[in-house]
Nanobody, 124 residues
Framework: VQLQASGGGLVQAGGSLRLSCAASGRTFSSYALGWFRQAPGKEREFVAAISRSGGRIRYADFAKGRFTISRDNAKNTVFLHMNSLRPEDTAAYYC??????????????????WGQGTLVTVSS
């Protein structure tokens, strides 16, 4: 599986961004997908995950009510819509694929494939 994330950029606090992650190399609907982020000097943390069909979703507490994960299996793309952005959301955002688990995973080591990351900077 190859993953290519895009959509990051500079945004003011309170603004919105939509991240995209295009996948290739394996039937898109056969694996779950997640978004993680890593701020400078911090560990990578879970943001959101979506099941193969899109019927199950899981969010980190900080993402609930502000971020929305979705997927378009016809376009082999997963999205992360981020609203009400805060300076503490500044990080590199990574999409990842989990081809084996039956449940949605929050731990990064459960994901076998990773995109290259896209940088989100939120100014105050």
């Amino acid at each position: 599986v190859q993953l290519q994330a895009s959509g990051g950029g500079l945004v003011q606090a309170g603004g919105s961004l939509r991240l995209s992650c295009a996948a290739s190399g394996r039937t898109f609907s056969s694996y779950a997908l997640g978004w993680f982020r890593q701020a400078p000097g911090k560990e990578r943390e879970f943001v959101a995950a979506i099941s193969r069909s899109g019927g199950r979703i899981r969010y980190a507490d900080f993402a609930k009510g502000r971020f929305t994960i979705s997927r378009d299996n016809a376009k082999n793309t997963v999205f992360l819509h981020m609203n009400s952005l805060r300076p503490e959301d500044t990080a590199a955002y990574y999409c990842a694929a989990d081809t084996e688990s039956l449940n949605l995973q929050t731990r990064s080591y459960e994901y076998e494939y990773w995109g290259q990351g896209t940088l989100v900077t939120v100014s105050s």
